[in-house]
């Protein structure tokens, strides 16, 4: 028997790159987890501002000493990056976990269009995500320590909202790559954990020399040049950005290779 | 249409899938049938591109899967009840399937419609029943109006109004010129929907035939005859190389010629008989017979002796 092939009486518009954006978009709105990482990024941000600031002016004898606007961005991210950690390996790992990526691999067959499209709309929250940090760091300051004891500059602006979205951008890619290599929830946060946290805290109980050379390259130590302008590391700020990009590169290009290479 | 051509598959030294070939041809409901293990489900992962074939191809219309423009408006399929991400509801699941593809998002709307799950959009899926979920996935596999789909057993925790609604739907599409391709192990579902069948064991394709086809071609299906004559028939047609069985009485069961041609032997061999009759197999007798030597997960020694045609090939 022979019978023509049935045509689609869908008439597709668009596809492709812009259509996998558009999906990743929809989906990542669609779930509540998103919505309690930002919310728990923005709790704990807001709590360790306060915190971190020095003393109430009135306490101080004689004058206070003047914050930069982006004093305090570094606390401020250490503790609600991990939320966006999380935040960063969902999308795909939550995947793995449900069996939902079988549809999106459907959908989007090219896995690196898949994976560009992940990394697009993470990436652009992320990045957000760690703009907003920054504002809201310098709104506590001025709200709780007063305005006219905060210093803008430009460099404070540049590294508090500037580096604090690159920052942010650069760690949650990170976490989607090792998302796309070990295709775990629970694998990826801990090795995040691990490299972000885990490896400067045991260099500094056991203060191995190889081991404190090796910390100094983490993204946690990397951004205290970036953030706060640290000077004491053996690279240069540039540096240090081209660091954390790198970061990001080598473990998207590691999920990638698992992607391309690996069965779904 | 689906092409296979020398699709294999292995994983270390374990072949999956071992040189598949066969076309799966628009206009007719094709059933996918094979033991657990056959590879099945691996050759249906490797035309969506899933899964890389060690080698040979699986080609869409023309096409590897992967070089799809808008593969939802091309292939349809549904691999199993979980589909979908348990905290997305029915609403965006489908939305976002339609965006990637550059679907109208009205589409979505007529699907939802269309399997019947327009008063629980907004839910979440993790409170889906597992029938709520294949009605999911069917509404997946057709927003874009694919002239392709694939169902790996569809019917799995549908109840009996799902199942007759699912065999209509698999009927009027393969009836709009659509290439329908259904794995299942339910072998009165596929006698109930099939028109061809594809058997595979081990990995290996076993049959590709129209379904009358595989039934008649089962040494179940054979003439039964009654004749004063019968030992002295027996013999004649035995000597003709047919498969002869009798009862020790006036009965026969002849094997390998079709009735007419018994009709003529018995005539020239000058027997008078009383009956002469078709005894057609079941496709579960015909498929059990087709796939005893490869089913993947025999129970090595049967416990206690039974009558079931697994047991006298």
New interface residues.
Partial sequence: ????????????????FV??V???W??LW????TWLCLAATVVMAAGVAVLGIPRSPNGFEGDPPILDANSNIQAVMLLAQFAMVALAALPLT??YA???I??T??????RATMLLAKVTVGGAVAALTGIVMGLLNMGVIAALYGPQYMEITAEGLGRGLLGAGFYLLTISLFVLGLGAILRSTAGAITTAIGVIVGIPLLSQIIGNETLTEISNYTPTQVSGVVLSGVTAMPYSLGSALLLLLGWAIVALAGGYAVLR?R?? | MIALRGLTKRYGTKVAVDGLTCDIEPGKVTGFLGPNGAGKSTTMRMILGLDRPTSGQALVNGKEYAHLRHPLCEVGAVLDAKASHPGHSARTYLRAMARSNGIPTRRVEEVLELVGLTEVTGKRTKSFSLGMGQRLGIAGALLGDPGVLMFDEPVNGLDPDGVRWVRGLMRSLADEGRTVLVSSHLMSEMQETADQLIVIGKGTLIANAPIEQVIAGSSLTAVKLRSPQADALARDLAARGLGVEGDGGDELIVTGATIERVGELAHAAGAVLHELSMRAASLEQAYMELTATSVEYATPTSPTPDDSPKAQV
């Avoid at chain 1, 045509?7 to 492709?16: D, I, L, N």
């Avoid at chain 1, 691999?105 to 090219?110: E, G, K």
């Fill in positions: 028997m022979t019978t023509t092939p049935r045509a689609s009486g869908v008439a597709p518009r668009g596809s492709g259509g996998a558009a999906a990743e929809t989906k669609g779930l509540r987890s939550g995947e449900t069996g939902a079988r549809t691999l459907t959908c989007v067959p090219r290479y069965d779904a």
